[in-house]
């Protein structure tokens, strides 16, 4: 079976820190991935997806960047963190006609 | 952006009731739709997910489209303490694009 894992799961960082929140699928290949942010009071933002190893979609200009170095593995990343940058990360892969499945998700806190 | 709306509650039900989600979107080539469940600090989880118009039932759970009135929702029979969460309406509008409501919370009373 699938599964998708996320680390760390919670992550306090100071403004201008930077990020690296990583994301690994198992049990498929060559997965659809996607970064999604839900902030506080807000539905969930896709920041990024990915259709294979290098290729990255931005959805919203922002001061994060993403990566797929590897076919199950998906980096979000960012070099100076800012206050805004605050909220819950996840992680999910796409199941054709099944939706998409969400890893366990970090919450990151900017102070 | 497309949009998704939903009534962020809180809907509170007595258990044992039926609790109804409602759920609009504006992209009329929007092609699936999804109910996702999520408990607090916790990542959504998918509970149902449906393509055609009319209804899709599984287990206490059933799942109503309406296209023509960019219309979706979902019932919850014979609710139980725990299924109280936030039901997170989610609309995909091509391979890639799927977009969440802010969510409805749920409490389902003793």
């Known amino acids: 079976s699938q599964t998708i894992h996320q680390w760390p799961a919670t992550l306090v960082q100071p403004v201008g820190s930077p990020l690296s929140l990583e994301c690994t699928v198992e049990g498929t290949s060559n997965p659809n991935l996607y970064w999604y942010r839900q902030a506080a009071g807000r539905g969930l933002q896709l920041l990024f997806y990915s259709v294979g190893i290098g290729q990255i979609s931005s959805e919203v200009p922002q001061n994060l960047s993403a990566s797929r170095p590897q076919d199950r593995q998906f980096i979000l990343s960012s070099k100076k963190l800012l206050l805004s940058d605050s909220g819950f990360y996840l992680c999910a892969w796409r199941k054709a006609n099944y939706g998409y499945t969400f890893g366990s998700g970090t919450r990151l806190t900017v102070v | 952006q497309k949009e998704v709306e939903q009534n962020s509650g809180p809907l509170s039900v007595p258990e044992g009731a039926i609790a109804s989600l409602n759920c609009t979107y504006s992209?009329?080539?929007?092609?699936?739709f999804f109910w996702y469940r999520q408990y607090s600090g916790k990542s959504p989880e998918l509970i149902m997910f449906i393509y055609s118009n009319g209804d899709k039932e599984d287990g206490r759970f059933t799942a109503q489209l309406n296209k023509a009135s960019q219309y979706v929702s979902l019932l919850i029979r014979d609710s139980q303490p725990s299924d109280s969460a936030t039901y997170l309406c989610a609309v995909q509008t091509g391979a890639n694009n799927l977009f969440f409501g802010t969510g409805t919370r749920l409490t389902v009373i003793p």
């Open positions: 992209d009329r080539g929007s092609q699936s």
